[in-house]
């Protein structure tokens, strides 16, 4: 339950983010795993590095507490491959000190931008231009901490047997097919309460998706991407089978909400970076 709340967390804070939730209640949520992107800046005099860490961090994490979220990460990340193949302790040694490389590249990073910060603060128009430039610099960077092109992946595929990447592959694409219907089942969940779907609609909508979104892998380790997956699959569903779910009155809020999700995710590939081709179709790896 908690991992399904996670999820469903994940599609409202996704909606929230791409302001398609007008009308809907509004929700507080725990912060997420995957790190959730910062706010843009606010409109005040001069800034201190307490905003450089809100549109960094998020909410109210500062660097320590970022540092403590990644090491968090990683032992997961250790923890997971370890009860898929059986690490020695030399192998989780060597993977350990390989995602905490990828810890140091991500928190160098941001110490410099930090430093490049402290140079324009106390200029309102100089923050703005600063904070428009950093996001996609930081989705890149976050993207790197897990991802295929990190010390951490590519430690692992030079550390496993060949017995052993077997098992980890396995279990790792069953991870994503576990997250891939939990993801169905939250968009699902917002759009029968958005829509008031009744429960034979909700499952017709449910089998739609399932049967035509297809199961992701993504080297990366946060989960957000999926949400994006999920999201963008919806805008291209048949517009017949949608509409011969849904009644009139519901289709028109449907198709308008995926037409202005499909104008801000373009908004959002260009500012913030969506990991764009991750996630990868399972069956195409």
Not at 142 to 166: A, D, H, N, V
Not at 246 to 273: A, P
Request: with cysteine.
């Amino acid at each position: 339950m908690p991992y399904r709340d996670h999820h469903r967390r994940g599609y409202l804070q996704t909606m929230m983010l791409l302001g398609i939730v007008a009308g809907a209640p509004s929700l507080s949520a725990a912060d997420d795993d995957d790190l959730e992107p910062p706010p843009p800046a606010p409109l005040v005099r001069s800034y201190t590095d307490k905003n450089f860490d809100q549109w960094v961090f998020g909410g109210n994490m500062n660097a320590v507490q970022f540092h403590e979220r990644l090491e968090a990460l990683l032992t997961r990340r250790v923890n997971e491959v370890d009860g898929d193949c059986k690490l020695t302790e030399p192998q989780k040694k060597k993977i350990l000190l390989a995602g905490r490389g990828d810890q140091k590249r991500v928190l160098d990073f941001i110490d410099l931008k930090r430093q490049e910060f402290h140079t324009v603060m106390h200029d309102r128009q100089k923050v703005s231009r600063f904070v428009n430039d950093l996001q996609p610099l930081l989705q890149v960077s976050r993207k790197e901490f897990f991802g295929t092109g990190s010390l951490f992946t590519k430690t692992l595929k030079t550390t496993l047997t060949p017995k052993q990447t077997i098992e980890y592959e396995k279990a790792e694409k069953e991870r994503w097919l576990v997250r891939h219907r939990l993801a169905i089942r939250s968009a699902v969940d917002a759009e029968s309460r958005r829509l008031r779907l009744t429960s034979e609609q909700r499952n017709q909508f449910q089998s739609l998706l399932e049967e035509s979104i297809q199961p992701v892998y993504n080297a990366i380790a946060y989960e957000r991407s999926i949400q994006y997956h999920i999201l963008i699959s919806m805008g291209q569903l048949p517009e017949e089978r949608v509409r011969s779910i849904l009644t009139e009155d519901q289709w028109r809020v449907y198709s308008t909400r995926m037409s202005n999700l499909k104008s801000s995710l373009r908004v959002l590939e260009q500012q913030r970076g969506i990991p764009q081709g991750v996630p990868r179709v399972m069956n195409g790896r």
